[in-house]
Every structure is written in C-alpha cells, then in structure tokens.
RNA sequence: GCCCGGGUGGCGGAAUAGGUAGACGCAAGGGACUUAAAAUCCCUCGGUGUAAUACACCGUGCCGGUUCGAUUCCGGCCCCGGGCACCA
C-alpha cells in the first residue's frame, strides 16, 4: 500500500488480475444456486455516455453483492449493434458499418473495463454477426411455417427521413422515436409478427409481474389497450356490402344516427363510386393521407368529413343512416368504422352539430330528462333506456348484455373484445440489419429460405447511398436469385432487412450459450440460467423492447424451444442522468467551457452576455449538458465515478450531476485511505474481535456495535431496495466513526476490534468501488483476492442497544428524553415519565388522562 | 382528458410496519495547522422571536379529516415530471 491513494495505478493493477484470474466467467453449476444479471446491451454508438455508466455500474454491484452471497451468477454483456446509425455515420466518413460498428465495439469494450466491471467477458455477442442472427433467421422460418410471421399489404408508418417504415410502438406522438421527424402513412408489403394473438396474455401476465415496477406494467397495459365490447353489423343500403364496427357502447346502438369509415377503409371508394360525391371523396382521402400523423393528434384538430352518398341500415330499429368518411375514424383501431351516437359521445356530437345531422337521446336522467334540441355536450353518464324499443326503462348498464344477446340472436352482431395492440411490423428498408430470409418467384410466390442455405448473409461489399436508401434492392449479385423451390432463375430475395428489436428480442438467451452453433441456444444452458433475475436498464423501452421480448419469449416458449413466459423476473428501471442547461441569448445552449464565472456573474466567452441557467434536464448532445466519462475516470478513477454514481440519487430517480458530489466521493475513500494507512501495519497478527462486547471499552463497543449495524443496513438496502445511497451512507457513519480520535489513540489494546471494522469496510464496499476494496484488504495482509470471501454476516446480538433513548411526548410534542436500561419494562417507564421533571412542567395542572408507551420507543402523555 | 410518479433545509437526499423530521453528503460560515496556499482536522448550520448556546413557537406543496401521535393513512385542491390520447 502506498501512502498515497493513486486509483490510475491500483484500478490498472486489479483489473489486469481479475482478467487473469477469469473469476468472472461461469458455467452452469445445478450444484450451485444460479442467478442471472442483465443490464440492456448498449448500442455501439462509440462512447459510452453517463446513463451507460449509471446503468452498468448499479448492474455490477448487485451482480458482485450476489457473488459474494454465494451465487453462480452471470453477468454478460455485448452489443445491440445493426442500426441506422451506423448507416449514417458510415457515409458521413465514408467507411462501412461494419468497420464503424466493430471500431466502436473496441473503443467501448476498453471503456467498459476500464470501469471494471465484472462481466463474462467471453460470453460476448455482437447481433450483426451472421453466427447471431442466422437464428434469428432460422426462428423466422419457424414462425412463417405456423403463420406467425405473415405479409400483407396495409398502411403502414413511414419515415421519409431515416426512409423506412416503423413498428407502431416506434411512433411517438406521431414522430419518428429515432429522429424526431413526422410520420406519414405509406401503403406497402410488409411483414408482421402476430403479436395481436399474444394480447391477453401478455396483458394478463401484467399482474404476475411482481418484480416489475408498475409504472412499466401500467404502460404496458394502456398500450394492449383491451376494450370489452360488441360488434355490429350494419347492412349497406342497396348493396351486399355489411360494415361492421367495433363499440364499447353498444347500449347506445338505437340512438346511432350515422357511420363513419375511416379514409383508408376499402368501402369508402367502393360506395361513393359513380356517386355525385365521388370526386370529392376522393380528394378528401388523398388531402387526409397527405397528412402528418402528428397534426392528426393535436386537440384543436378539427373533426371533420364527407358524405358517400350511401346509407346503412342500423339493425336495431331499421334507421336510415348516412356513411360519412370521417378524419377521426382510424382505420387502425377497431375496425375502421364508428357507430355514431351523437347524443353520448362528444366526438359524434360536434360531427352532427358541424353537418346537420340527427341527434337522438337514448340514455336518459331519471331526474331531469334529456332535450335533444338543446343540448349542448354530449351526455355521457348512465342512466335510464329510452327510444330503444324493447329495452326501454332498464338501467343501461343492465341492458348491454340484453342487447349483444339480442343482436347475437339475429345474427346481426356479438360481444366481442377489441384490443388497440396492433401487430409488430418487422419489415425495414434499411441496409445494415438482418436479412428476411424469403425469395420472391413468380411462379410460386413467397418462398421461405430452406435452413440448410442460412444464414443470408448480408453483402459487404456495397456503396451505401446518400439520403439512406438501402442499397440492397440495386444490388443485383445480392437480390437475384433462383427459387429454392422450382429452380426459376429470375426469382429475387427480400431485401428488406428485419427491425433491430428483434435482435434484443432473445440475446438474453443467447448469452446463456453464445457459441452455440446447432441452434439458438442450447436448451440446458437456457434452462439453467433463464429466466433473467434481474434485468436493468431505461424506462424508455418500456413499451418497445420489453414488450417485444416478452412476446419473443412466448414464441421461443411455443415452439418448444424453452418453458418459460416471462424473460425477467425483477425489472429496475433507472432515472436518468441529468445535468443544468446554461444558454445564452445569442448562442443558445453552451458547452460548460464557454461560460465564464467570475465574482457570481456568469457570462458567455462568446460573446459576453450574461447567460441563462436553464433547467435540469438529461445529459444531451443537443443541449450541450453532456458530461464525458472518459474525463472522470481520468481525474477520479473509475472507483469515484461508480460511487458517485450510486450516492447521489436512489437508482430509480433522475441523478443530478455535481461536480462537488464527485469530488465528495473521492475524498471519502481518500479519508478511508487514510485511517486504513494509519493502521494496516499496526494490525499484524491480530485476528477481527468477535467476542463478547461486554468486554470492550465503552468506545470500542460502541465501534464494535456500528460494524454490525452497518452490515445490517447495508445488506438490506442492497437485497431489498437498491437503495445504494443509504447503503453507502451507512459505511460513511461506520468510517466517521472509525476515524474519531479515541479510536486512534486509545484502542491500542482493543486491535481486533478496528481489525474487524477496517476488514468489513473493505467488505461492505467492495461491490460498490471494487479497486479500492481490494487494494486495502491486501493492505490489510490479506491474500488476493476480496472476491473470494463471503458477504459478511452481522451478529443479531450486536444490533441490540444496552441502553434505551426513550422520548417523552406530551400531548403529541416531545418534551423530554429518559435513559433507562434496555428491556425496562413499560410500568416502569411510564412512571418515570410521569415523574420527569421536564414533562411535569407540561402536564402542570392538568389531569393526565392517558399515557401511551411504545417500549424502547417513547411515551405519549395526554393531558 | 385519462393513467402513473413526485413535491421534505441553500442543494442532492434520509426517516424501510403511524412513533425523536432533516441521517449521510455537498455548499456556506467560523476556527486549528501552515511563512502562505492547497490538502487535512475541529465547530456551527430549517425558520422566527428574545440577551447569544438556555427557552418558546412555527415547519415535510395547500385545505380539511382519522389518531394519543401523520412526511407516512383518508378526502379535496395546487404545482412539477413521465406515459397514453379524436381508441369508437
């Protein structure tokens, strides 16, 4: 040990030991209890950022608190790593994806070490390798063979920006979840995954999800979206056509006056063919796809349509009503067509006050009943049925089931359950992602890929085009190709490569037998380590990845492959990393190098005004508030750096960088440094006192007591809650206490006691700054390593104090404090309560009318 | 609009079964050491009142309730963050 505490020279040391020592890499061991650790696999943008470093190093500590808990513990790590971005970057600097992903991987390999973490370095995967996804292509096979995986042709999300087309999960307010820009809707071949048929289940399963935080499970299930309801069928006037609709109200079917058909419903062209109204019909159609999706949204968007000229037949009670096609119909949900009951939807009210159209009451207050004519919103309460024929007079509630069992009965409609899960779009116009492994013949269509010819790999050795287009539909040694099932020669591939969520979809798998070359996984390392215990990453997949993987899951699970549902038992989603904004007027935001500080006035180097101090908000390029990581591990030293990370901020809260909270951190484990230098030659040959404490000087007891309250604390904030923050707090009492002077003058002849506090901070922080850790339990004379020992246990005889503070409250407000020896019984210290000198002079004349006594607590004196 | 979180000192945050509000850290102020600075160590540190440190009152977004006792439970409201949203 050296004098002074150098983390460059000492993370150097341990990191290359641990290499060596390939402590980390595991094996299944049905000996041992197993438990499997994931943080989310990072994409391989170059840098790693602080929200990388947050989310990795809370992984890590519970992965080394785990493997000191006696655990056979993986803990991998790897890349997310087909993408847009490595598209873009690759014609920016006119490289390859593949040589940008696979330099990016290096650099962010060295940084992840750097930080030293303990991952199964050899259990790496990159998912652009054909080794990873010529499976992913394999399991492709599988689902179109059982019709899970299908094409159709359908409207579909389209980004002209990153020029391919989105998953619905990957619109965000009608914006493009990657670039940011609006989304329009295109009409295409695609290919989907039926996720729809997974619904309920997945949405069931949410309250089988202990482990996950509810805001996730929430999001999850407003996005499955299951509405209970009934479809009806409304006879098309003078045609065999029938529109169908989804309702949730079908209590109000009498008083449904017109349809609407979303624009891009097939019978909007059909029934107002040769109509008066066709052309503008079809005007309105084309100026509604033209349309973001983005200002489809807004609230002030105005509700508005065009009549068809064609009428349906309400089943009920035979009205006539006309079919408009409306802009608020979406011919996503439901079934593209809305049953309209202006007097108890609002949305149908303002449509038929806007064109003149019927309004019926149909649910009526029993005690002031409904005008139509007058009325001003839509009502919609419950309340009493009128105009609808026999149902009149029931509660409406009550009559929903009457009337499906009606419309049922006449073959006119049926409960039904809708849900607003729409299925996965897999298919993208993008070049650096998998291959779909299908070939187009145009004698016997779509032909799957026969297995023994996977994997497709992608071509290399192509010249990416400018604007982003793939360059695989031009590539004619690529797209060309014969059937695999009649030999036709001008058959062509799909060029079209398979969204990057699948990738993530099952890598936790993979992990488990990442070389494994006869299939996905193998079944045995699955069924070991699987399903993840605890996974860890960011809030923001919340409805992307985890719930695409979840259904993967599923999938793998219904073809046998594994016997499991769920992927991951415990979900911890952590906050971001945030910092402050600082813009100027002239400049807009600026980097912490162009604001000048002097006397309290800060200003921009620029141009020197005065700036603003913006809000808190999440580290971002853009907002110029990024902190690089490399600059604190080069300053502090990866052991600060984790410390900070997990001190500031409990891991599901945003953490708020601070340069002093750094610095805080670093001149804690200096001070650690310090009282263990002072020590660590002065401790030879004695042995960590675990005695009877009765024995001990008060001080040293009172230490000896701290080491086991500490080891309490910090075992169930790790075990229970994540709570790193109070855990680390809990070792700082330890130290202050530790380092106070008696201690270091006067507990000569009580050795063993500071040996044993010094060993379990050592202990107690080695998952948290694990450098450091070892390097003082090797100057503490131990061998190498700290890993190797068991979590420490605390003496439950320890944690009880001799002595009890008890609290005398008077009427509720504390008054007074008693010392009484522990165990004292509650007689007793009530009476002495009554007896306190303080307390009587709050009780002064008045009569005592209880007194309450929480034992070891307080005592509550009313008077 | 609906659904989740969250509001505690100058700041990050504690209070894990309704029982001492403010642990731990940061910042600030004072002191020690030093020729000096840095580093380190010690002390003070929610607000108000009075002659300070003793004492009293107030204090966990606001209003009310339950309770001997509420940051914690209940009802209503305000503000901030996030998600969903013309969902039929």
């Known amino acids: ?193 039926r996720i729809s048929d997974y619904a309920d289940d997945l949405l069931m399963y949410c309250d089988q999800l202990p482990g996950w935080p509810d805001k996730v499970l929430t999001m999850q299930k407003n996005w499955i979206g299951k509405s209970l309801g009934a479809e009806i069928r409304f006879p098309v006037e003078g045609s065999e056509a029938v529109i169908t609709v989804f309702t949730t109200r079908h209590d109000t079917v009498f008083g449904a006056t017109f349809m609407c058909l979303a624009p891009e419903h097939p019978l909007v062209a059909e029934l107002s063919r040769d109509t008066p109204q066709a052309s503008a019909v079809q005007a309105f159609v084309e100026r509604i796809a033209m349309q973001d999706r983005s200002d489809r949204g807004l609230e002030k968007y105005e509700k508005e349509g065009v009549f068809l000229g064609a009428y349906c037949i309400n089943p009920m009670n035979q009205r006539r009503m006309p079919i408009y096609t409306a802009n608020f119909a979406l011919m996503e949900y439901g079934t593209g067509a809305v049953m309209s009951v202006p007097a108890h939807d609002q949305r149908d009210f303002d449509f038929a006050r806007k064109y003149g159209l019927e309004i019926i009451v149909v649910i009526d207050r029993e005690d002031d009943p409904l005008d139509a004519a007058a009325l001003t919103e839509a009502y919609t309460q419950d309340g009493i049925m009128v105009n609808s024929g026999d149902f ?190 600082v813009s100027c007027p002239e400049h807009g935001f600026l980097f912490p190098d162009d604001v000048l500080e002097e006397n309290g006035q800060r200003t921009c180097r620029l141009c020197g005004q005065a700036v603003m101090v913006g809000r808190v908000e999440k580290m971002s390029k853009s907002k110029k508030n990024v902190i690089d990581p490399n600059l604190l591990l080069n300053q502090y030293g990866a052991d600060t750096t984790r410390l900070f990370c997990l001190f500031a901020a409990p891991p599901e809260r945003d953490l708020e960088w601070s340069e002093q909270g750094v610095e805080g951190g670093y001149r804690f484990l200096n001070r650690v440094w310090r009282l263990v230098w002072h020590w660590h030659d002065k401790l030879d040959g004695v042995a960590p006192f675990d005695g009877d404490e009765a024995t001990l000087s008060p001080p040293v007891r009172e230490l000896f007591k701290k080491v086991h309250q500490a080891t309490h604390k910090v075992t169930r904030d790790i075990e229970e809650r994540f709570h790193f923050n109070t855990a680390i707090s809990a070792v700082m009492e330890l130290v202050n206490l530790a380092s106070g002077e008696a201690l270091q003058t006067n507990a000569a002849a009580e050795r063993g006691v500071i040996r044993l506090a010094l060993e379990r901070i050592a202990l107690l922080l080695s998952p948290i700054v694990p450098h450091f850790a070892e390097e003082i339990w090797e100057a503490l004379g131990h061998a190498p390593s700290i890993l190797q020992v068991p979590w420490p246990a605390y003496r439950e005889d320890a944690l009880v104090h001799d002595e009890w503070v008890i609290v005398i409250q008077v009427n509720g407000k504390l008054r007074s404090r008693l010392t009484v020896e522990a165990g004292t019984d509650k007689a007793k210290i009530e009476a002495l309560a009554l007896t306190d000198e303080r307390a009587r002079k709050f009780i002064g004349d008045k009569t005592v009318r209880k007194v309450i006594v929480v034992p070891g607590k307080l005592v509550n004196i009313v008077a």
């Open 1 to 193: 040990m050296e004098e002074r505490y150098d983390p460059q020279a000492i993370e150097t040391k341990w990191q290359q030991r641990w290499e060596a020592s390939h402590l980390f890499n595991v094996d299944e061991d049905p000996g041992r209890e197993k438990y499997y650790l994931l943080e989310m696999f990072p994409y391989p943008s170059g840098k790693i950022h602080m929200g990388h470093v947050r989310n990795y190093t809370i992984g890590d500590v519970v992965a080394r608190y785990k493997r000191m808990r006696g655990f056979n513990v993986l803990h991998p790590m790897g890349w997310d790593a087909f993408g847009m971005p490595a598209e873009n970057a690759a014609i920016a600097n006119k490289t390859h994806p593949a040589q940008w992903t696979y330099a990016n991987i290096d650099a962010m390999r060295q940084q992840l070490k750097r930080l030293g973490f303990s991952y199964d370095w050899d259990r790496e995967i990159a998912t652009c390798r054909p080794e990873y996804y010529r499976w992913e292509q394999w399991l492709f096979l599988q689902m179109l063979a059982k019709d899970m995986a299908y094409r159709k042709e359908s409207y579909v999300n389209w980004c002209e920006t990153c020029q391919t087309v989105l998953a619905n999960e990957q619109v965000e307010a009608g914006l493009c979840w990657r670039c940011g820009q609006p989304v329009h809707q295109k009409k295409l071949w695609q290919w989907f995954f």
């Open 392 to 581: 009149n007079g029931q509660p409406n509630r009550q009559a929903m089931e009457a009337i499906a069992d009606d419309l049922e009965s006449h073959g006119m409609g049926r409960k039904t359950i809708n849900f607003r899960l729409r299925d996965w779009g897999i298919s993208r116009q993008r070049y650096w992602g998998a291959p779909i492994p299908v070939v187009y013949c145009p004698d016997c269509g779509v032909v799957p890929v026969p297995e023994n010819e996977l994997p497709i790999v992608l071509p290399e050795d192509v010249d990416l085009l400018e604007g982003g287009r793939s360059p695989l539909p031009s590539l004619e040694a690529f797209r060309r190709t014969t059937c695999p099932k009649c030999g036709r020669e001008d058959s062509r591939r799909e060029t079209d490569t398979m969204d990057t969520f699948v990738e993530s979809s099952w890598y936790f798998e993979r992990y488990c037998s990442p070389r494994c070359s006869t299939g996905m996984f193998d079944k045995d390392a699955v069924d070991y380590w699987m399903p993840v215990d605890q996974y860890i990453g960011g809030v923001e997949h919340a409805v992307l990845h985890l719930l695409y993987s979840r259904y993967y899951t599923r999938v793998l699970k219904d073809f046998g492959l594994t016997r499991f549902k769920e992927p991951f038992t415990r979900l911890l989603t952590q906050g971001m990393v945030c910092k402050e904004t």
